[in-house]
């Protein structure tokens, strides 16, 4: 049996463990991580047979959620197995693909699987920076090529002082939520959440976090030192053992591919495809075609074995985007004709669909996307259950990619995990300007169709769901706006970037080797959500700090021309929209409404067709289309809870008479009494004299005692006799007797 080892260090105040050697060793690499009491397991795999068939990596990253590490069991009563993953899940998968998969060679063809397992959670620390650790830890010391190790740290902010790896508690304090993955000198991943953080305060928490990430790699070096495997490097070679002299053969050949395909493309590409008059991701297609058609016409000519033509074609398609990106690098020059810092032509409208609570049509050359508002009361909020929380969630914003956006033919299934990914980054994007419940306490979803994409289709969903919002009356603080910058870069053979230029607004085939996706959004102010990935070793905070730079003239850009379609959320709310009325009841009323087994508010509900939603705080929200029906609920709700005082007065009714006195209802499910003294300024001897059940009376709320009997009078809202007036009263008498009037002198 391995021997199991631990290691520890204390990093933010918490142990780090890794231990190894213990669980799931028939893998390439397998540890557990431990932080707090928090533990993911990670496991990495790599299948032993070549993909042949495709000319990409194939990485899959997995996080599973399992709810026994929380001890928790599924709500469902029918259905107790977790089931798809959630968006947490999906989310924390992608950021650790993006954080790690930069640092594999792209040459390999074997199918590498990641797979995260939370076995634990303390409630305080998040599986998802620990799972990112983990994948790192396993892929180290795993036989895998991998150019690691690298890590992440998270970092918060609270009364201006940084606070690394923040527990939940911390979070909800915090004005920015930011995780940084790399190395001791580089960023490789940036996901960022803030309420609408400078520029350079950004980039002081990016510094921040890279003093702490230099710890935790020399840690994971040591465990490396210790329990490392060699590389496979067989995964380097098309999965077969090459002899020195069979290997040396292989890379003639493709290298003599490679300066073919080059001394082709040197020649054709930029006369060809930097073009003015090509305007269209399509008209680029088809240049590129026409160019592949000319190689192939070459090859040919020079009678190019079969082999070689195919390994040829498999060039072209790589080295067009290294050309690209070279032309862009020495010459500044890009395949549209913009400048570098240029934002291609912007367009947008509103209120373009009659019957829905707010449209929104934003266009940024041939990205295009409808983004539509929904609006719900508080009982459609969704229920968010996870290992980590259980939770209601009042804003979503869904994001919907169909095939047809780029121009294809695919099958339309379930939504996927990029979807679900851009969603929530436009989600987080717009939640620092949205009002807080107490005054809208409306659900709100935010859907954007891809109608067109050519470039950060992300970026564009979170300008067109600001103008949606704003079309639909939801009173956000300010627009906000996304831009993607992306970057062309030359590095060096240890991975340091040698030469680079930033590019504003990048779009199909500015996203070649050495490049990066930079996606930042925020409003005039500062910048509320970022996702960043790359594709080179790290970037350092130079290009990082540019980058921020010119991202922000991008954004404001943007947010200008906005304006100019609308710049403010309008007075009202949609006609088709349902109106909401909030308002709080004692909670020791709460069961007053609801009745015996929910009698009394479903006949509220049945009877007003308005929805109810009655919090334990003795919040009440009502929502209906209707606002005749609105008003006739809440006036209900406030009968059934409201509290007579001394001194009101009611118009009553009768319910029930005794030989004491009559009980009057002055609103529904409260009953006063009126003392048959209380009854009329003369004497009564039979209550039935002055009132029949059924009557409805005028009341004054005289007296109301320790038990919260409610006494009433009628005589207090007549006038008194004078000595003026005299009056007549019936007295108890037998057939025949005549009644004779009493005077006061």
Not at 296 to 309: A, H, N, R, S, T
Request: glycine letters at 8%; hydrophobic letters at 35%; aromatic letters at 6%.
């Amino acid at each position: 049996m391995p021997e199991i080892q631990k290691f520890e260090k204390e990093i933010g105040g918490e142990k780090l463990i890794i231990e190894i050697g213990q669980l799931a060793k028939q893998t390439n690499g397998s540890c557990t991580v431990r932080y707090g009491d928090t533990v993911i397991l990670a496991t990495v795999v790599a299948s032993e047979n070549i993909r042949e068939d495709i000319d990409y990596f194939p990485l899959s990253v997995e996080y599973e959620e399992r709810l026994y590490a929380a001890g928790k069991i599924k709500g469902s009563r029918f259905i107790k197995r977790e089931g798809r993953p959630s968006d947490t899940a999906i989310i924390t998968a992608r950021l650790v693909d993006r954080a790690i998969r930069p640092l594999f060679d792209q040459r390999i063809r074997n199918d590498i699987q990641v797979i995260l397992t939370t076995l634990s959670f303390d409630h305080k620390n998040s599986g998802t920076l620990i799972s990112l650790i983990a994948a790192s830890v396993a892929l180290t010391i795993s036989d895998i090529p991998w150019a690691g190790p690298i890590t992440g740290v998270r970092i918060g902010r609270i009364n201006g002082e940084w606070i690394l790896n923040p527990t939940y508690e911390a979070r909800a304090k915090s004005d920015i939520d930011l995780i940084v993955a790399g190395t001791r000198d580089r960023v490789i991943m940036l996901e960022m959440a803030g309420n609408e953080i400078k520029e350079e305060v950004l980039l002081k928490a990016i510094e921040f976090g890279q003093k702490h990430i230099g710890k935790i790699i020399n840690f994971i070096k040591e465990v490396e030192a210790k329990v490392g495997k060699p590389k496979n490097l067989v995964l380097l070679e098309g999965g077969k053992k090459l002899e020195a002299d069979e290997k040396e053969t292989a890379l003639a050949k493709k290298e003599e591919i490679k300066k073919r395909v080059q001394k082709f493309l040197d020649k054709n590409l930029e006369k060809t495809l930097f073009l003015k008059e090509i305007k269209t991701k399509a008209d680029r297609l088809d240049k590129i075609k026409e160019l592949e058609q000319n190689l192939e016409e070459e090859l040919k000519k020079e009678e190019i074995g079969k082999e070689k033509k195919k390994g040829a074609f498999e060039m072209f398609q790589k080295l067009i985007k290294e050309k690209i990106s070279k032309i862009i690098l020495e010459k500044e020059k890009r395949v549209d004709g913009r400048k570098l810092e240029e934002i291609r032509p912007l367009s947008s409208q509103v209120g373009l669909l009659p019957c829905t609570h707010g449209s929104a049509l934003f266009s940024r050359g041939e990205t295009q996307i409808l983004s539509v508002l929904t609006l719900g009361g508080p009982g459609e909020e969704q229920l968010i259950e996870t290992v980590e929380e259980e939770s209601k969630k009042s804003y979503m914003h869904h994001y919907n990619f169909p095939p047809f956006a780029v121009g294809e033919v695919a099958p339309i299934r379930g939504v996927g995990r990029r979807e679900i990914g851009h969603g929530v980054l436009a989600e987080k994007a717009l939640i620092p300007v949205l009002p807080p419940k107490e005054e809208f306490p409306y659900t709100i979803r935010v859907v954007s169709e891809v109608l067109e994409s050519n470039g950060s289709s992300s970026m564009a969903s979170v300008s067109g769901s600001s103008l949606a919002l704003m079309d639909g009356g939801v009173p956000i603080k300010k627009a906000v706006a996304g831009i993607a910058m992306g970057l062309a870069s030359e590095e060096d053979e240890s991975g340091e970037i040698q030469k680079y230029k930033i590019l504003t607004d990048i779009q199909d085939l500015e996203d070649g080797p050495g490049g990066m996706d930079f996606k930042a959004a925020g409003t005039y102010d500062g910048i509320t959500a970022i996702q960043m990935d790359t594709k080179t070793h790290g970037l350092t905070l130079e290009i990082i700090k540019n980058t921020f730079e010119k991202a922000l003239k991008a954004r404001l850009e943007i947010i200008e021309a906005m304006n100019k379609t609308i710049s403010a959320p309008r007075k009202e709310l949609s006609p088709y929209a349902p109106r909401v009325t909030v308002f709080h009841i004692d909670p020791e009323k709460i069961r007053d409404v609801i009745g015996p087994g929910g009698k009394i508010i479903n006949e509220i509900i049945s009877k007003t067709g308005v929805a109810i939603d009655i919090e334990n705080d003795g919040m009440v929200a009502i929502t209906s289309t209707s606002q005749k029906a609105l008003e006739k609920a809440v006036d209900w709700i406030k009968d059934l809870t409201r509290e007579a005082k001394v001194g009101e007065t009611f118009q009553g009714k009768v319910t029930r008479i005794l030989d004491f006195g009559a009980f009057v209802e002055i609103f529904p499910g409260q009953e006063g009494l009126v003392h048959i003294s209380e009854l009329d300024h003369r004497h009564i001897n039979n209550v039935k004299d002055v009132v029949q059940i059924g009557d409805i009376v005028p009341v004054k709320v005289i007296k109301i005692d320790e038990q919260g009997r409610v006494n009433l009078s009628m005589k207090a809202l007549k006038s008194a006799p004078t000595h003026y007036q005299g009056y007549s009263r019936e007295f108890s008498k037998k057939p025949g007797q005549k009644n004779f009037p009493q005077h006061r002198y």
